[in-house]
C-alpha cells in the first residue's frame, strides 16, 4: 500500500479540461467505449451464464444525501441539490451491513454515492461496523477533503483499504488542509503502510459524462446510444431512505429496483426489477428509457473487479492482519 498523488496527465491534461472541455470528454469517452466494449460484453455474458445472479461487484451506500462543495459537472453539489434531505436511519444501515455479512459478501463497499460522506457524523462508527463485520471486503471512502483533518484521516484509516481524496479546484493546487495531509503523509509513510492513500488534483468546471442528463454542464446525448453498460450487473446502489436505485448516474433519485423496508438485499438484487433492467441494458442502452441518452462509461475499481472475475481470480482483498494491527 501506499500515499500516491495522481494529476490526470498534468498540465497538458489539465489545460485540455479548461480550454476544450467538450473536445476533451468527448474524445476519453469515445476512447473509453471502444477499448471496452468487448469487455463489458464479456462480463455480462458471464453473468448471465450463472444460475443465480453473482454478487454485486461494489456495493454503494449512501448515507446522507448532501455535498459540501460546487462542482459544476454534479447536480449534488452544493447550491444545485434538489433532492429531498435524507439521512439514512442507523437500524437500517446495520441491518444492510448485516445481510451483506450473512451474504458472504467479499466484493468492494463505499459508504459514497452522490454525496460528501464526512458530512455524515457517523461515518466512523459505521466504517468500523463494516470493517467488523466484513473482514474480506474491500471497503474504501472517496471524499473531496474539504472538511477533513488529520484528526479525521487517522480516525477513519483503520477501517478503510482506500481512501481517495478527491482536491477539486480551479487552479492546480492542493487545498491548505489538503497538503497539509499530504505532507504529513509524505513524511510518516511507514505509519500508513497498511493503507492506500490516493489523492487526486480534480478540476472543479470539468466536463465529464452526461449522467443519464443530469450533469449541470453537459446535456443528455441528442442520440440514443447502443452501448451496454455494466452497472445493473456489478454495482448496487442504495439511497439513504432504503429504496435501491439503478446506478450512481440517478442524482436525482428516480429509479427504484426495490426497497430495503420491505425486501432483503438478496430479494432485490435477484427480483425481477433488475432482472428486467439488466435484460434491457444488456442489448443495449437505447432500450432502457433511464439510459438510452447517458454516455457514462464504467471504470477504476470497477473495471478492475471485473478484470479479476473475468480472469479467474479473486478479487482483490482487504487487509486481513491490518484491523487487528489499529483495534
Known sequence: ???????????????MQKRFPHLSSDAYLKLQFKTRNKKQKRYIDYFNSCAEAPHPLIVNLETINRCNSGCEFCAASKG?????FKRMDEELFYSIIDQLAEWDYRGHLTLYGNNEPWLDNRI??????CREKLPYSFIFMSTNGLI???????AIVPYVDQLIINNYCDDMKLHDNIKEIYDYLKANQEKYADVEILIQMRYIKAVLTNRAGSAPNKAAAKTELTETCLMPFTDMFIFPDGR???CCCDNFEATTLGNLNEQSLKEIWNGEKYREAREKIGRGRQNHPFCKHCDFIDAGLRMDAVN???AGKPMRGARQT????WS
Open 148 to 154: 477533513l483533518d488529520l484528526d479525521r484521516l487517522n
Open 80 to 84: 444545485r441539490d434538489k433532492r429531498p
Open 1 to 15: 500500500m501506499s500515499v500516491r498523488y495522481h494529476n490526470f496527465m498534468g498540465r497538458f491534461g489539465w489545460e
Open 322 to 325: 491490518m484491523f487487528a494491527k
Open 308 to 310: 479479476d472475475v473475468l
Open 244 to 246: 435501491m436505485g439503478l
Open 124 to 129: 466512523v462508527d459505521f466504517h468500523k461496523y
